[in-house]
């Protein structure tokens, strides 16, 4: 089945689809609740990977967050969409796909003053091979251990994404 990538998916209260809409364009100042996902990515010796968002992106230039997050196609599964956006994203191939926070859900407003307002199951997987970021998407990263990652987010939360600071808050990272 092909999918329209320049697409999301725009869900009610429950995650039920309403209608699409183009990616490039739902992130505003009044962004309607949509469909996305996030990822946190070991590497087999107990390290997670944090990435540093692209100075270029649109929502939360800059900051530091999880390894990855996206936004699944209408109609695409969301583990495919995940798998998709690690090799697209960090030229990664995953295994163990794992969710983690099925039911997580955020909305945040950036410093801009763009909304983030997602239905956003989170997932963790191991990665097969070393990261190679596209520059578009990604400055920096970085493999760390939770304990570290927990004590960076606690002393600077304002260097890391919203998103990643509530996962933090539901998740053992010990158990990733």
């Known amino acids: 089945m092909k999918f329209d990538y320049t697409l999301v998916q725009v869900v009610d209260d429950d995650g039920a689809p309403l209608r ?24 087999g010796e107990g390290r997670v990977l944090v990435t540093r968002r692209a100075l270029a992106k649109a929502t939360w230039p800059g900051v530091w967050t999880n390894s990855f997050c996206g936004h699944p196609a209408p ?73 570290r990652l927990r004590t960076a987010v606690v002393a600077a939360p304002y260097a890391f994404s919203p998103w990643l600071r509530l996962q933090l808050q539901q998740l053992d990272l010990a158990s990733l």
């Open 20 to 43: 699409t809409a183009l990616k490039a364009s739902i992130h505003g100042t009044d962004t309607p609740l949509h469909l996305a996902f996030s990822c946190h990515v070991e590497d």
């Open 75 to 147: 109609g695409e599964p969301v583990e495919e969409a995940v798998l998709r956006r690690a090799r697209e994203e960090l030229g990664l191939e995953l295994e163990a796909l794992t969710p983690i926070l099925p039911g997580f859900r955020y909305r945040a407003t950036d410093a801009s003053g763009l909304v983030e307002n997602e239905i956003c199951p989170v997932f963790r997987a191991l990665a097969v091979n070393e990261p190679a970021p596209s520059p578009d998407e990604v400055c920096e990263w970085e493999w760390t251990s939770p304990d």
